[in-house]
């Protein structure tokens, strides 16, 4: 695969977080833009398989990712949504904070964004709980790079997508996990790219980058090596 068209479906067309099972499975949000409406769509090897609309409660499905038989859609606010994909059953997880961005780290912990920053999130008995804290930096903000989307999480690093809207540009930071930037990659100019919405890894050397365009909104894939982006 090498993109992949999400179609607006249930009146949802604002693109939001895209997240992988490990088994070719591909599950991705998109919402009203009033955010009352989602839809989770599932694709497989490539093809559309199926979607659920849900009412409410998924907020702007700015963050997604997958653990456990569950993706988990962070809603800009402090409520993270679990939803069983076997069942297309809810369950609503409190946090201590605001949550734009979501990556599953280790058992049941998670990576957060929360506007700048990036905590570390314990799930149990449906709240999660802050464990941790890692200081980041993001040294493009002053060259316009000062919109942050989504995170992911892949072999030690953390993967953050950053857009700057005026010149339709965007990049991926790669930090360790002391904060520290390992590698970067950077959109190339085209006239139909808008925003890099979110990321995901389908395995340890192959990346789903999630965007807005002028034509739709797409899933394309980009395959390492990216320089120093990559930890082995």
């Known amino acids: 695969m090498t993109s992949l068209k999400v179609p607006n479906l249930n009146g949802c067309s604002n693109f939001g977080g895209i997240a992988c099972n490990g088994k070719n499975d591909i599950y991705c949000i998109k919402t009203k833009q009033d955010d009352t409406v989602s839809t989770i769509y599932v694709f497989k090897d490539g093809k559309y398989k199926g979607s659920r609309k849900f009412t409410g409660k998924m907020g702007h499905g700015n963050g997604l990712t997958f653990h456990d038989g569950k993706v988990y859609v962070a809603t800009s606010s402090n409520i993270i949504q679990s939803v069983d994909i076997s069942k297309w059953t809810r369950v609503s997880l409190s946090a201590p904070f605001s949550i734009g961005g979501i990556a599953h780290y280790r058992d049941d912990e998670f990576l957060v964004r929360s506007g700048s920053k990036v905590y570390i999130l314990k799930e149990d008995d449906n709240v999660m709980y802050k464990v941790g804290s890692i200081e980041i930096k993001n040294p493009f903000k002053e060259n316009g790079y000062s919109v942050a989307q989504d995170i992911c999480y892949n072999n030690g690093r953390i993967y953050l997508v950053y857009s700057r809207l005026d010149k339709k540009k965007n990049c991926i930071l790669a930090y360790d996990l002391k904060g520290s ?52």
Do not use: H, Q
């Open 181 to 232: 930037i390992r590698g970067s990659i950077f959109s190339e100019e085209s006239p139909e790219l808008f925003e890099w919405e979110t990321a995901c890894w389908v395995d340890k050397k192959t990346m789903l980058i999630g965007a807005n365009t002028s034509t739709g909104d797409f899933i394309f894939t980009k395959t390492a090596p990216f320089n120093a982006f990559l930890n082995y």
